[in-house]
Each structure stands twice: as structure tokens, then as C-alpha cells.
């Protein structure tokens, strides 16, 4: 099993910015950032595939977020930027631990959770 710690949520205004981060204790083939609002699902905001760097985005982040990684320290980035008040979540931190995923926001295909850091933003 793979340890995530999330960091780096908060509150800040609409037009703000935040930089989450997710440490990973051990290895992983992908990662991926998922977010959840209060009385809805659980949805794929951001991945990557660690040893390549390929990332995914969804449509509602895109231009606004960005993945980046430490390989040195096993950590993944998520700057967030131009942050609107839909955007307003608790955000998760997932890992895969091998390939063969079709969806990269496929809940089901992550082995390892953290346990979620809140991003609150007020208009």
C-alpha cells in the first residue's frame, strides 16, 4: 500500500490561487487529482503518468490548473490558478500502482486515497 499525504488547501478569494501537494511513500505508475463537493460525486480533476509525464486534464480545469512532479521527493503537484467559487471541494489524491487503466478518472482504478485536503473559495 501506498501512504498519500495531501497538503495545501485552503480558503481564498475567486481569482486566487492555491498549490496543493501529494507525497507518495512509496512508488507509483499514475496519479491523479479527484475532488468532491458537498452532495456530489467524486470527479477526476487532473492526472499523470509518473514516469512519462503525460498528464489529462478535465475540460473544467483546463488553463486554470497544472500538474507537476518531484520525482526526487515522490510528490505531485497541483497549482490551481483563476479559482472560481464552483471550484470549492474537498480534493483528493490518488495513485495507481501499475498500468492498464483505460479512464485516468476512473475511481475504481486507483489502488491508494489520501484522505483529502479542502479548497474553499468565496466570491
Known amino acids: 500500500q501506498v501512504q498519500l499525504v495531501e497538503s495545501g488547501g485552503g480558503s481564498v478569494q475567486a481569482g486566487g490561487s492555491l498549490r496543493l501537494s501529494c507525497a507518495a511513500s512509496?512508488?507509483?505508475?499514475?496519479m491523479a487529482w479527484f475532488r468532491q463537493a458537498p452532495g456530489k460525486e467524486r470527479e477526476g480533476v487532473a492526472a499523470i503518468v509518473t514516469g512519462s509525464g503525460s498528464t489529462l486534464y478535465a475540460d473544467f480545469v483546463k488553463g486554470r490548473f497544472t500538474l507537476s512532479q518531484d520525482n526526487a521527493k515522490a510528490t505531485l503537484y497541483l497549482q490551481m490558478s483563476s479559482l472560481k467559487p464552483e471550484d470549492t471541494a474537498m480534493y483528493y489524491c490518488?495513485?495507481?500502482?501499475?498500468?492498464?487503466?483505460?479512464?485516468?478518472?476512473?475511481?475504481?482504478?486507483?489502488?491508494?486515497w489520501g484522505q483529502g485536503t479542502q479548497v474553499t473559495v468565496s466570491s
Open positions: 490518488a495513485a495507481r500502482r501499475y498500468g492498464g487503466l483505460v479512464d485516468p478518472f476512473a475511481r475504481a482504478g486507483y489502488h491508494d
Open positions: 512509496g512508488y507509483t505508475y499514475r
